[in-house]
């Protein structure tokens, strides 16, 4: 067997920690001696026989008198120019070739049919690094060329010269798949549009999403979109701004997801709201490898909502009814505002009970202010669901539309303190509108924060409750959510039988009390049955003779 030459020593650098990779000869196969995985034959023009590469270098090192240009995408031309249908990530076109599903911009798939398919290759940094590599543990290290045929060995190296026992292959990084085009598309709607926009659920049932939105991109007629000329132009000079596939990557990196119509956690309840319901949701919570289902959840939820100024009373309340529905296995649902919401979040979080926050912005923003710790708590402990793409802001008229999702998405909804101008009051509205249940909380007949919840209550749109079981008894199961009876205290004489009782009542409340004809002509009985019953009044401890009269005995 022929001995392999020592290759010189090279310096290297002990403030850079690095990996090295001793690259075969050109054309000869690379296998390890344990997995024997091929790799194919090294790319021509990407190594030299015997060279140490360093894996922390910006790319792979070519011929020494030239560096070796980064690789391009495999779907480049051979000049290495850009292609027509590449464009760069955020612009337009790279949101047709999403929607066209060869997958997000900026993200390179290697091509099965190359002979360096088991390479990890990424065309975002313009660099190419292969996955097998050496770690260096000294300043001066060296390695030895192998001769063609025979398989290279790769390990650590350390100055003795003694290579240690060879390192694994690591399998190729896997490329994660690409939305699907709805997903895209519909992904950029809720950025592109407002919610609850009939007219463009009017569209979605002609046309679909996908051919929505590329009649936004192509500029299509006013009369195949069902939308305004000037709405149209608008839609597609916003289409060049931003890119969808940017939002679902962001929602999986803060732990969450985007839902659409047809997915397993797609609450379809939801579609009783038509052409306004939301064409995709933004869910956000505890990360994880799995988020609770939405779906699940919303079965068996329900909303409390009121007055963001509200009072002392309607804090109090709203907090008892969300701890008592939480603890009876109930979902609570608000709107993370001020006042109601924040108590009623509050309430069930405080007994570890299920919270859901549908929110008027994106979930990635904390508004009001003022509660940024209470979503931060509903984000990691609950959920927090919104119609906005991330990052945009919440106005008063998405609050409106806000509410219309809370209505649709519970079984029923609870007002406590709303003004007669309310916007607690358009839940409730949507609620009715919706078949769902609809209650309210009496408060005090001079508030005029509970005058919108009595005028409910008065019109018979709303029924009341005082408590959470009362809440559960009415939208929960048939027989299985009832509530406990309400009855007054039962007093000792209530299980006297009625003579007796009239007996009882005849006996006056002075200290010298009544002879026995007086109280038998009072009860309206005989003198020896009203006899009997005193003596049973006595035995029981309500009466005592003293002589020939009978008194009550005094209570201490």
């Known amino acids: 067997m022929t ?42 023009g990407r190594a030299q026989p015997g060279r140490l590469h360093l894996v922390g270098e910006p790319s792979l090192p070519g011929p020494p008198d030239k560096p070796c240009p980064p ?89 003795d010269h003694r290579l240690i026992r060879p390192t694994r292959w690591a399998a190729p990084a896997a490329t994660p798949d690409p939305p699907e085009p709805e997903r895209v598309a519909r992904a950029a709607l809720t950025r592109l549009i407002e919610p609850g926009d009939a007219a463009i659920g009017r569209a979605i049932q002609r046309l679909g999403v996908v051919g929505l939105v590329q009649g936004f991109y192509n500029g299509a007629s006013p009369g195949r979109l069902g939308l305004g000329a000037d709405r149209i132009t608008a839609y597609q000079e916003r289409l060049r701004k931003f890119n969808p596939a940017t939002d679902l990557e962001r929602i999986a990196k803060l732990g969450g997801k985007f839902i659409i119509p047809g997915d397993t956690d797609w609450p379809s309840q939801l579609d009783d709201l038509g052409d306004s319901r939301p064409v995709g949701l933004w869910i956000r919570g505890r990360p994880g490898p799995r988020l609770p289902s939405l779906r699940l959840l919303a079965l068996r939820s329900v909303a409390i909502v009121g007055s963001r100024a509200c009072t002392a009373y309607g804090r109090h309340i709203a907090g008892q009814l969300g701890s008592e529905l939480a603890e009876r296995g109930w979902v609570v649902v608000s709107g993370a505002a001020y006042g109601v919401d924040t108590a009623a979040h509050l309430g069930a979080l405080a007994v570890n009970g299920m919270t859901i926050a549908v929110l008027a912005s994106g979930v990635d923003i904390c508004y009001p202010r003022g509660n940024e710790a209470l979503i931060h708590r509903i984000g990691g402990d609950g959920l927090l669901v919104s119609e906005l793409a991330l990052g945009m802001h919440p106005t ?142 006595s035995s029981l401890g309500f009466v005592e003779r003293q002589g020939a009269y009978w008194r009550l005995v005094r209570r201490k």
């Open 3 to 44: 001995a392999a030459v020592p290759a010189p020593q090279q310096d290297i650098d002990p403030a850079t920690t690095t990996s090295a990779v001793l690259t075969p000869p050109l054309g000869s196969p690379v296998h390890d001696s344990d997995t024997a995985h091929s790799h194919g034959p090294a790319r021509p």
């Open 396 to 537: 008063r008229f998405r609050f409106v539309l806000r509410n219309r999702v809370i209505a649709a998405l519970t079984r029923g909804t609870v007002v406590v303190e709303a003004a007669p101008r309310s916007g607690a009051l358009s839940t409730a509205r949507r609620a009715m509108d919706l078949n769902r249940h609809t209650m309210g909380v009496p408060g005090q007949v001079t508030s005029e924060l509970s005058a919108g919840v009595h005028a409910l209550i008065r019109s018979g749109a709303a029924t009341l409750v005082t408590s959470g079981a009362e809440v559960g008894e009415l939208i929960g199961s048939v027989g299985g959510d009832l509530a406990p009876e309400r009855v007054g205290p039962i007093l000792p004489r209530d299980a006297l039988a009625p003579p007796v009782a009239r007996v009882l009542e005849a006996v006056p409340a002075s200290a010298d009390g009544a002879p026995v004809q007086r109280l038998a002509q009072y009860a309206a009985l005989s003198p020896q049955e009203t006899v009997h019953h005193l003596h049973e009044l």
């Open 71 to 159: 690789h391009p995408p495999d779907d480049r031309p051979p000049d290495g120019s850009p292609p027509d249908d590449h464009p760069p990530e955020g612009s337009h076109d790279g949101l047709r070739h999403l929607i066209r599903g060869a997958g997000p911009p900026g993200i390179h798939r290697p091509n099965p049919d190359r002979a360096d398919a088991g390479v990890s290759v990424s065309d975002t940094a313009g660099s190419t690094s292969r996955a097998v590599h050496a770690a260096v543990t000294s300043r001066h290290c060296t390695a030895e060329p192998v001769a063609a045929g025979h398989a290279t060995r790769v390990g650590v190296v350390r100055g």
